[in-house]
């Protein structure tokens, strides 16, 4: 199903004040390899960067 206008745009004010965005670089072909990688995992790009950042925070405490 897909979403209406409202609820998109509904969806991005909550992400809005919900969450900061991150934007990083990567050489040309590695985002690929690094999504592909995270899906074999089972995790969306995005959980996999931030289970990675979380763990790497955590060793140093």
């Keep these: 199903m897909a979403y209406t206008q409202s609820q998109n745009k509904a969806t991005q004010k909550y992400q809005a004040k919900a969450y900061d965005r991150l934007a990083i670089r990567v050489k040309k072909g590695q985002a690929?390899?690094?999504?592909?990688?995270a899906e074999n995992k089972g995790m969306s790009l995005n959980s996999y960067v931030n289970e990675l950042i979380r763990k790497d925070m955590e060793q140093e405490d």
Excluded at 32 to 37: D, F
């Design 32 to 37: 690929e390899k690094i999504k592909t990688y």
